[in-house]
């Protein structure tokens, strides 16, 4: 599986912004399909995640702001950032897993990033 995300730019805080992330491959709607982000200096985060069965699981830090969504039609999952924050500033990576899971390691495939930043 390959993974293409886009969408990423430049914000104002309160702005949204809507993240894409195109996959290749027959098997798309099988994997559990995730979101994570990286801050300059900061390890690797979770953000959300969609399972195969449209359950979704997001971090804390984004609940109630950001919804992960996916059309298996399009082999593509979204991310839909609403309300962003000068914290939400990161390079933003889509991800690919077998099962469902919010952690970094068990992500087989991966995305090659999209910047994201809020200016105040």
């Known amino acids: 599986v390959q993974l293409q995300a886009s969408g990423g730019g430049l914000v104002q805080a309160g702005d949204s912004l809507r993240l894409s992330c195109a996959a290749s491959g027959r098997t798309f709607s099988r994997y559990t399909m995730g979101w994570f982000r990286q801050a300059p200096g900061k390890e690797r985060e979770f953000v959300a995640t969609?399972?195969?069965?449209?359950?979704?699981y997001y971090a804390d830090s984004v609940k109630g702001r950001f919804t992960i969504s996916r059309d298996n039609a399009k082999n593509t999952v979204y991310l839909q950032m609403n309300s962003l924050e000068p914290e939400d500033t990161a390079v933003y990576y889509c991800?690919?897993?077998?099962?469902?899971?919010?952690?970094?390691?068990?992500?087989?495939?991966w995305g090659q990033g999209t910047l994201v930043t809020v200016s105040s």
């Open positions: 991800a690919a897993g077998p099962y469902i899971t919010t952690r970094t390691q068990d992500f087989i495939y």
């Open positions: 969609i399972t195969s069965g449209n359950s979704a």
